[in-house]
């Protein structure tokens, strides 16, 4: 089957850093998206990744490892905007519909 | 319009009531999506589009129908609305990535 694997919740000081792992089983692979989504708002798009290794984007950077089938988001400096939910998801190439994770909901505390 | 723009933002609906969530994009993306979220569930896929004229069913299509007569617009109805259909839909559109609408929250009574 199909599987997307991350933590529920996590907590995270503010000016920190938190890393969020995502974990994904799939019968193909084009890709894996990172989301964020704010209490009450839709998701929005946050990175992307295709090849193996670390694409960085200001405060925040994703990972992907194809052959371990694994993906972190690293969000540095966190700031209490960074409350939110951080939705894991992979384009296993079927049309274009991805596999949507359950999120990982992250608070951030003073 | 820039993106993707859903109507109503929320709706209280009567149980056996039929509804219609509208969608339209400006983007003349050829795939669009219907999503349902629901806490503990995640997001669930509805209904999809590839392309005008086509539609496909995703993961819970039962008690809901969609329509994609031109690339914009992509409204989801619901035939026969009951409390297990209380929910945050959203409507996406991808071409690689998605982009999503702001959401309807509708609550069915």
């Known amino acids: 089957g199909q599987n997307i694997d991350q933590p529920t919740e996590m907590t995270a000081t503010e000016g920190a850093i938190v890393q969020i792992n995502c974990t994904y089983q799939?019968?193909?692979?084009?890709?894996l998206f990172w989301y964020q989504q704010h209490a009450g708002e839709a998701p929005t798009f946050l990175s992307y990744?295709?090849l193996d290794g670390l694409e960085e984007k200001g405060r925040f950077s994703s990972f992907l490892s194809r052959s371990k089938g694994y993906s972190y988001l690293l969000l540095k400096e966190l700031q209490m905007k960074d409350s939110a939910s951080y939705l894991c998801?992979?384009?296993?190439?079927?049309?274009?519909?991805?596999?949507w994770g359950l999120g990982t909901s992250l608070a951030v505390n003073p | 319009i820039a993106g993707i723009t859903q109507a109503p933002t929320s709706q209280i609906l009567a149980a056996g009531r039929r509804m219609t969530l509208r969608c339209t994009q400006d983007?003349?993306?050829?795939?669009m999506y219907w999503y349902r979220q629901d806490l503990g569930l995640g997001l669930r896929l509805i209904h999809y589009?590839?392309?005008?004229?086509?539609?496909g069913k995703g993961e819970v299509p039962d008690g809901y129908s969609v329509s994609r007569a031109n690339t914009d617009d992509f409204p989801l109805t619901l035939a026969s609305a009951v409390p297990s259909q209380t929910s945050v839909y959203f409507c996406?559109?991808?071409?690689?990535?998605?982009?999503f609408g702001s959401g309807t929250r509708l609550t069915v009574v």
């Open positions: 996406a559109s991808s071409v690689g990535g998605y982009t």
């Open positions: 983007m003349r993306h050829n795939a």
């Open positions: 589009s590839n392309t005008a004229g086509t539609t």
């Open positions: 799939t019968s193909g692979f084009n890709g």
């Open positions: 990744n295709v």
């Open positions: 998801a992979v384009d296993a190439g079927n049309n274009r519909k991805l596999i």
